[in-house]
């Protein structure tokens, strides 16, 4: 795990509708409240919508990338989840124990 400085954010809310909108690059900032960590069911929410509809956001999924920024929050948060998933590489923000995951698929 290598650390960073900072990460450019730009926002895409798990709770709110993404249709019609990509890019090269999809950034997802904090995709969990901290108050619903413990809720299995919001956690799943998120992690439902970023395999639906945030998985079909990329303008080339070969050349694009998909960035989480976040901070754990559980173990079964969306953090959690692509890690299972695989593809994925970590990084270790100075702030704060965010981390900022990056699709390499």
């Known amino acids: 795990m290598r650390t960073i400085e ?9 709770e709110g509708s993404n249709t019609g909108e990509v890019g090269d690059r999809v950034i997802v900032d904090d995709p969990h409240n901290v108050n619903d960590a ?3 069911l ?16 990329l303008n080339d999924p070969k050349t694009g990338a998909k960035v989480i ?3 754990r929050v559980h ?7 692509v890690a299972r998933t695989g593809g994925y590489e970590q990084s270790l923000s100075g702030r704060q124990n965010t981390r900022v995951i990056v699709a390499r698929r």
């Open 38 to 40: 413990e809720s299995a």
């Open 75 to 81: 173990e079964q948060d969306l953090g959690g989840h």
């Open 42 to 57: 919001v956690r799943q929410a998120a992690t439902n919508w970023w395999d639906t509809v945030m998985s079909t956001r």
């Open 6 to 14: 900072a990460a450019t954010e730009s926002r895409a809310r798990s």
């Open 69 to 71: 920024v976040m901070q």
